[in-house]
């Protein structure tokens, strides 16, 4: 059958059409007894089904899937146990704007709320960390619930949807017609920018002596590459990002100044300071990035561009707001701006304010004298890796290592969970990430307490010929936990010994993958040159020091004034 | 308490249509609840179109904080629409029953007598007590409540408050 659009046939196969046509090519998943329709439909369907070990993997892959394929990545699990241990992955994807479909069974029609075997109220439990959750109470309602799920996840400020499909209404068998259309009335994402607010914009802009540009993750999610680096070009301003945004913008170009924040690049939170306009362009002024609220943008003018109106003075109110799609807005500024500015103003001392900083910084932060370092290993994965590779990473150290010292030079290629801060994130969303570029590396740098929570993703990666490479800083220890306690708790070490077990090695060989040990700088390159040649996922285990700590960094409750250099 | 927080905060109306579904009033308590905004009261009703609800709010806070309300709620799929109705312009109104303890004929008198200078409806007289309707803004009705406290509520019951702008 093709593309039917009325035939008699069950709320499971209806599921299945419904997802071809929405251009689905994969979902990751685990079966249940709430789910064995669709699991049977699912033997017929055209696209892929990739089994997971754990579903808070399943939805972790769907989300790396989704933020570099930039469309909807799907889940399924089964009721009960299945649907809540989805919930870490979908609370991740909601708050980096993720779009993710999850599809959990659920108890039959006339058990729920009666307590039934792994029912759980999954609508009640994902309401605050999804977009909307739909539950069809008839087959015929699922083309249509289907269709709005994606329009929802995707659009407007993208993020988690949860369909919650009880079993009667799998199997139920009956005519079964698919809309082309649907109308969410209650849902209206602005698209389309004020142009009076973005001529404004562009004459503050125009008008003021230190402009800098705060790229955050709105920039990625709607694709504006060209157009932040046009902006940042004509009006010569610095660009720093958000650590979401990281990669919106080439890391080595000569405007770039790298992530601000708690863990931002010193001259980043050192040159927003001293700015008198800031354009912040689809970021949100978090406390991760900008520290108190109350102390940062003193004296300077604020211009906000984002899609989501919600996002308008939440946390910082603002000369100028432009609510709409980033691209579009920065389109019509670049067309705006390019009118007026004819020369480029290459030599001012905005400009050399910007060279001075860095070079003052690149020899007053804290460094380790070892062989090996986290930052120099960082820096070698960069000069080995081809331009082009996928990065992500695991949560702590590793995270904030990498925002650090590894320069993302293509735009869009590097993500993490910047949000929720999930460990056991980047391995399997760096497999999501590979099923969807299956032609480019992907890495994910991790720490030894992240990796070991997902770890059985091994498994995935290797029967479904997804190989990506494991770059684990193994410092035996939960090291940015260590690290905060070394810093506020006077080295009062609790619960952050790893106790090197288990042996990260012995975990790779023992699922089918490559594992390299290395010690040394040799030894390190030696170990990336094999990874990027090996057919199956490699975990390359690099022993680093306990107490290296990472510098800079902004304590919380302080403000990006008060950054630790550590030197 | 410090002075600040004595400072009475404005009062604000938030009308909306909602669709008229299960699971839409826990959408939007939830949504109270996680945002720790400050609600006065809540009124949820059928409209003239069937798939449709009325809901209104009143609330005081900060402006800030009102405009993050509304535009919370906006986000919410299931509300179709949203609106700050200007007090000065809008008809509203709520309804209280108050159960007042009346001990003798004297007592029973005089708040019979108040509750006639306030439009007042009696709607149950006991041996030791007095129900009251009492139809009208929630100051009106605070007014009512102030004076008879002396006389002991022994239960009071108020709807929250529904309301409609003026004119076309
Ligand atoms: C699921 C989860 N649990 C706990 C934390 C708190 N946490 C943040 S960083 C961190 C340590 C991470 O250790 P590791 O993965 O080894 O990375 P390292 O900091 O050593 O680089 C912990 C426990 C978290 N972010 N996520």
């Known amino acids: 059958?093709?593309?039917?659009?009325?035939?008699?046939?069950?709320?499971?196969?209806?599921?299945?059409?419904?997802?071809?046509?929405?251009?689905?090519?994969?979902?990751?998943?685990?079966?249940?007894?709430?789910?064995?329709?669709?699991?049977?439909?699912?033997?017929?369907?055209?696209?892929?089904?990739?089994?997971?070990?754990?579903?808070?993997?399943?939805?972790?892959?769907?989300?790396?899937?989704?933020?570099?394929?930039?469309?909807?990545?799907?889940?399924?699990?089964?009721?009960?146990?299945?649907?809540?241990?989805?919930?870490?992955?979908?609370?991740?994807?909601?708050?980096?704007?993720?779009?993710?479909?999850?599809?959990?069974?659920?108890?039959?029609?006339?058990?729920?709320?009666?307590?039934?075997?792994?029912?759980?109220?999954?609508?009640?439990?994902?309401?605050?960390?999804?977009?909307?959750?739909?539950?069809?109470?008839?087959?015929?309602?699922?083309?249509?619930?289907?269709?709005?799920?994606?329009?929802?996840?995707?659009?407007?400020?993208?993020?988690?949807?949860?369909?919650?499909?009880?079993?009667?209404?799998?199997?139920?068998?009956?005519?079964?017609?698919?809309?082309?259309?649907?109308?969410?009335?209650?849902?209206?994402?602005?698209?389309?920018?004020?142009?009076?607010?973005?001529?404004?914009?562009?004459?503050?802009?125009?008008?003021?002596?230190?402009?800098?540009?705060?790229?955050?993750?709105?920039?990625?999610?709607?694709?504006?590459?060209?157009?932040?680096?046009?902006?940042?070009?004509?009006?010569?301003?610095?660009?720093?990002?958000?650590?979401?945004?990281?990669?919106?913008?080439?890391?080595?170009h000569p405007l770039a100044m790298g992530p601000i924040g708690m863990h931002g690049h010193a001259e980043a939170n050192r040159i927003i300071l001293e700015a008198d306009c800031i354009l912040a362009v689809g970021a949100r002024f978090s406390d991760r990035s900008v520290g108190r609220f109350d102390e940062f943008g003193k004296g300077m003018n604020i211009i906000h561009l984002d899609i989501d109106p919600a996002e308008i003075g939440k946390n910082k109110s603002v000369d100028i707001a432009i609510v709409g799609d980033v691209k579009s807005a920065l389109r019509t500024m670049v067309k705006m701006l390019s009118k007026t500015i004819t020369k480029k103003n290459t030599e001012n001392p905005w400009l050399r304010r910007?060279?001075?900083?860095?070079?003052?910084?690149?020899?007053?932060?804290?460094?380790?004298?070892?062989?090996?370092?986290?930052?120099?290993?960082?820096?070698?994965?960069?000069?080995?890796?081809?331009?082009?590779?996928?990065?992500?990473?695991?949560?702590?150290?590793?995270?904030?290592?990498?925002?650090?010292?590894?320069?993302?030079?293509?735009?869009?290629?590097?993500?993490?969970?910047?949000?929720?801060?999930?460990?056991?994130?980047?391995?399997?969303?760096?497999?999501?990430?590979?099923?969807?570029?299956?032609?480019?590396?992907?890495?994910?740098?991790?720490?030894?307490?992240?990796?070991?929570?997902?770890?059985?993703?091994?498994?995935?990666?290797?029967?479904?010929?997804?190989?990506?490479?494991?770059?684990?800083?193994?410092?035996?220890?939960?090291g940015m936990v260590a690290q905060w306690q070394r810093t506020f708790y006077d080295r009062r070490y609790m619960g952050v010994h790893q106790k090197s077990c288990p042996d990260y090695v012995k975990i790779a060989e023992a699922y089918g993958a490559n594992g390299i040990k290395a010690q040394s700088m040799d030894e390190l390159e030696k170990a990336i040159k094999n990874a990027l040649k090996s057919e199956v996922a490699t975990v390359i285990d690099l022993t680093i020091d306990p107490e290296e700590d990472v510098y800079p960094f902004v304590a919380p409750g302080t403000g990006l004034k008060d950054m630790i250099t550590g030197a | 308490m410090s002075s600040k927080e004595n400072k009475p905060k404005p009062f604000y109306i938030i009308s909306s249509l909602v669709e008229n579904k299960p699971g839409v009033l826990f959408r939007i308590t939830n949504l109270f609840r996680a945002r720790n905004f400050n609600i006065e009261s809540i009124t949820v009703g059928i409209t003239e179109k069937p798939d449709l609800s009325r809901m209104t709010i009143t609330t005081r806070i900060d402006e800030a904080i009102l405009d993050q309300l509304v535009k919370q709620l906006r986000k919410l799929i299931d509300i179709v629409e949203v609106e700050i109705l200007d007090v000065n312009n809008t008809v509203y109104r709520e309804l209280a029953l108050i159960k007042i303890k009346a001990k003798d004929f004297t007592n029973r008198n005089e708040i019979i007598n108040f509750a006639n200078v306030f439009r007042a409806n009696i709607l149950d007289i006991g041996i030791e007590s007095v129900t009251v309707e009492v139809i009208g803004t929630p100051d009106k009705i605070d007014a009512f409540k102030n004076l008879i406290l002396q006389y002991d509520i022994v239960e009071m019951a108020r709807t929250g408050v529904s309301a409609l702008q003026r004119g076309e």
Not at chain 1, 215 to 226: D, K, P, R
Not at chain 1, 376 to 396: N, Q
């Open chain 1, 1 to 252: 059958m093709n593309n039917p659009t009325m035939s008699e046939m069950s709320g499971a196969k209806a599921l299945m059409y419904s997802l071809e046509k929405e251009g689905v090519d994969v979902v990751f998943g685990l079966p249940g007894g709430a789910n064995l329709p669709i699991y049977d439909a699912l033997v017929d369907a055209k696209f892929r089904h990739i089994l997971v070990r754990h579903e808070q993997s399943a939805a972790h892959m769907a989300d790396g899937y989704a933020r570099i394929k930039r469309k909807a990545g799907v889940c399924l699990a089964t009721s009960g146990p299945g649907a809540t241990n989805l919930i870490t992955g979908i609370a991740t994807a909601y708050a980096d704007s993720s779009p993710v479909i999850a599809i959990t069974g659920q108890v039959p029609l006339n058990m729920i709320g009666k307590d039934a075997f792994q029912e759980t109220d999954i609508i009640g439990v994902a309401n605050p960390c999804t977009k909307y959750a739909f539950q069809p109470r008839c087959a015929p309602e699922i083309p249509e619930v289907v269709k709005k799920s994606f329009y929802i996840a995707e659009s407007g400020r993208p993020g988690p949807v949860l369909i919650d499909i009880p079993k009667d209404v799998q199997q139920d068998v009956t005519e079964i017609l698919f809309p082309d259309l649907i109308k969410v009335r209650g849902y209206k994402p602005i698209v389309d920018p004020d142009l009076s607010n973005v001529g404004k914009a562009v004459e503050l802009l125009l008008s003021s002596e230190r402009p800098i540009i705060m790229a955050g993750g709105g920039v990625i999610l709607s694709g504006a590459f060209s157009e932040l680096q046009a902006i940042a070009e004509l009006i010569m301003a610095p660009v720093v990002t958000t650590f979401k945004g990281k990669g919106a913008f080439p890391e080595n």
């Open chain 1, 354 to 478: 910007r060279k001075e900083l860095i070079e003052y910084f690149s020899e007053n932060i804290k460094d380790y004298p070892r062989e090996l370092t986290a930052r120099k290993a960082l820096k070698k994965l960069r000069e080995l890796l081809p331009p082009e590779s996928i990065v992500t990473t695991e949560v702590g150290q590793c995270q904030m290592w990498t925002s650090l010292h590894f320069d993302v030079i293509s735009p869009g290629t590097f993500f993490s969970s910047t949000g929720l801060g999930t460990m056991g994130f980047g391995f399997p969303a760096s497999i999501g990430a590979k099923a969807a570029r299956p032609d480019v590396h992907v890495v994910d740098v991790a720490g030894d307490g992240s990796f070991n929570m997902t770890e059985n993703s091994l498994a995935v990666s290797v029967l479904e010929n997804l190989p990506v490479i494991v770059f684990l800083l193994n410092n035996d220890m939960l």
